[in-house]
């Protein structure tokens, strides 16, 4: 008599089937660290992939120490003509920051992260530095056109010590690349007329310019390197108003030739150094006294001297290019107390006189013992 059991199911076929059940068993088994696995891969692809999305900040790092009495590039950054220059020694140097994210340029979170927690950057929304909408070649020849008139009035500062004498005129300070004079006007460009009619300032200018019609080139007659020029300067529309694609500023006629060549830097943060720069080789002996003097700065025509972005990074970079002094400006003082770098003398200057006296006397002791520092002028 055959064995009695409630399951129907052959031997051989129940085996078969116990055989399918494990092994669906291990798959699952199997396939929840696969999963689990392939969720991990997903979300540090997803992480990834954020931290290389552009985000809306800049980060500030500290730029080059330039010394403008000395080369650039393979290149002599102030050279002047038509007047007695006196060899100097030691180093007056232009203090620069390098800006990464502006208009063209992203940043990613990774970048700004770490940007965070180094003192020798800043990290700063995008529209705190640059205006919204701004292009590449729009910021370039803002900072192009900065950088004319920074050396024009540094220039006039200088001589203004000097009792040397000039002359006001308005001028072409930048040309954007893609603009519509490009090729035709030229930085530096002293506008004589405009369709045949002189104007005593910018606005003079701009008025005479809005008033030829659109479809017309401005005729305009302007000196460059002392010859003057009848030019025809095609416009184009932009938001639908003629332009040339050029800033206009007041400038000035120096009975000398200077020029003062930094590459691609722009800005105006360069005047003071620039003035004193102009000065020191108009005059005997070395202003430095063979120091090396870094600083920053803008300059008016009167000789204030004016507040500027990234002085923190600034002070770093004049550190890490051997400077033993730094000019900051008095309005900038409160940013730079407890951020001096070690080594790094600072001294506080609110006027070209007080740039030329903080000079002299380190050029002289070696110190700035007596000078102003930003502890002495920050509430």
């Not at 500030?60 to 050279?79: F, T, Y």
């Amino acid at each position: 008599m055959g064995r009695v059991t409630d399951d129907p199911t052959p031997p051989a076929r129940r085996r078969g089937v116990r055989a399918a059940a494990a092994r669906a068993i291990d798959d699952a088994q199997l396939a929840r660290p696969r999963l689990a696995l392939t969720m991990l891969v997903l979300l540090c692809a997803m992480i990834l992939g954020g931290s290389l999305l552009p985000v809306p900040y800049v980060i500030e790092r500290p730029g080059p120490a330039i010394d403008v009495l000395g080369e650039w590039e393979d290149e002599e950054i102030l050279v002047i003509d038509g007047a007695e220059t006196h060899p100097t020694d030691g180093s007056l140097m232009m203090t620069t920051v390098s800006v990464d994210g502006g208009p063209g340029y992203r940043v990613t979170p990774v970048e700004v992260v770490a940007a965070w927690f180094d003192r020798s950057k800043m990290v700063l929304p995008r529209e705190a530095v640059f205006p919204d909408g701004q292009t590449r070649e729009q910021t370039t020849l803002t900072n192009t056109a900065a950088m004319s008139t920074s050396q024009q009035d540094a220039v006039a500062v200088a001589l203004d010590e000097l009792d040397i004498e000039y002359r006001d005129v308005v001028m072409i300070a930048g040309v954007q690349e893609d603009g519509a004079a490009a090729g035709t006007l030229e930085g530096g460009d002293v506008i004589v007329s405009v369709g045949g009619q002189t104007a005593g300032d910018v606005q003079g200018y701009r008025d005479l310019i809005a008033a030829v019609p659109e479809d017309e080139d401005v005729e305009m007659t302007v000196r460059r390197d002392g010859e003057e020029k009848d030019l025809q300067v095609p416009t184009e529309l932009v938001d639908g108003t003629p332009r040339m694609g050029v800033v206009l500023a007041e400038g000035h006629e120096f009975p000398l030739d200077i020029d003062i060549a930094v590459g691609d830097v722009g800005g105006p943060s360069a005047g003071l150094i620039f003035s004193l720069s102009v000065y020191d080789e108009l005059t005997e002996g070395a202003l430095t006294g063979g120091h090396a003097i870094a600083g920053t700065g803008t300059i008016a025509e009167d000789g204030t001297v004016g507040s500027i972005g990234g002085i923190r990074q600034k002070m770093v970079g004049a550190e890490e290019s051997d400077a033993q002094f730094f000019l900051a400006p008095s309005a900038n003082c409160e940013e730079v107390v407890g951020y001096e770098p070690d080594g790094l003398e600072v001294v506080a200057v609110g006027t070209f006189e007080e740039a030329l006296e903080a000079t002299t006397t380190i050029a002289e002791t070696g110190a700035v013992e007596g000078l102003p520092t930003c502890e002495d002028v920050t509430p």
